[in-house]
């Protein structure tokens, strides 16, 4: 190799060390997160790349009825140009298993993975729907069970769509497989969620 080349070498990898750190600095700006969870939250925002400008908070939460995690929009930002919209994914603390409570850091990491990106996948969900629209979607989540069914099942879509299903089907997998997880919340999953036949069609049909 000449030294000219040598040189040209040097400079792209200077180059591509630049474009690597000003992205991280980036995407950091716009996504706050605990540490505890920051391998599983990255990991899944990499296969997100069109919410790397997204504002998203992801925050601990001492419980979320009937869930695990959960994304919604800020309300006062939905009010604001859809660029500027903000927008929170709550974790719960603790995970049931058995009536025995585990903390949800210590649920496996590709597990925690796969739940952040359906969380992920309903933000995207949301930034393709205009403020109105957004609200009646609110509203209808909090009293149509049908739509209920029709979000969630969107939302694993996305996240599929997005090449996630690895970890998409490990968490429907690890829920439905566990033996000592309660059956309702196994019913749930099942009534509202893919199951993991319907993913790989999806998959096949990218």
């Known amino acids: 190799m000449s030294q000219k080349q040598s040189h040209n070498l040097f400079i792209l990898v200077i ?3 630049i474009i690597h750190f000003s992205y991280s600095m980036k995407a950091q700006e716009h996504h706050i997160y605990p540490d505890s969870l920051k391998d599983e939250i990255q990991l899944a925002l990499d296969y997100f790349p069109q919410l790397t400008d997204v504002k998203i908070t992801f925050k601990f939460k001492s419980d979320i009825k009937k869930s695990t995690m959960q994304a919604q929009p800020d309300f006062k930002s939905l009010f604001k140009a859809r660029s500027k919209r903000e927008y929170y994914i709550f974790i719960s603390e603790k995970f049931k298993i058995s009536d025995k409570e585990f903390k949800t850091v210590n649920v496996p990491s590709d597990i925690i993975t796969g739940w952040i990106g359906h969380e992920l996948g309903h933000i995207l969900d949301y930034e393709n729907r205009g403020t109105f629209n957004l609200i009646w979607f609110g509203i209808r989540y909090l009293y149509m069970e049908k739509h209920i069914v029709e979000a969630e099942r969107s939302a694993d879509t996305f996240a599929v769509n997005q090449g ?3 970890y998409i089907l490990k968490t ?6 566990h033996a000592d997880i309660d059956e309702n919340y196994k019913k749930r999953i099942k009534r509202y969620y893919l199951s993991p036949e319907e993913i790989m069609q999806i998959v096949q049909e990218r």
């Open 15 to 17: 180059l591509q060390i």
């Open 164 to 166: 996630m299903e690895e």
């Open 172 to 177: 429907k997998n690890f829920i439905l497989n």
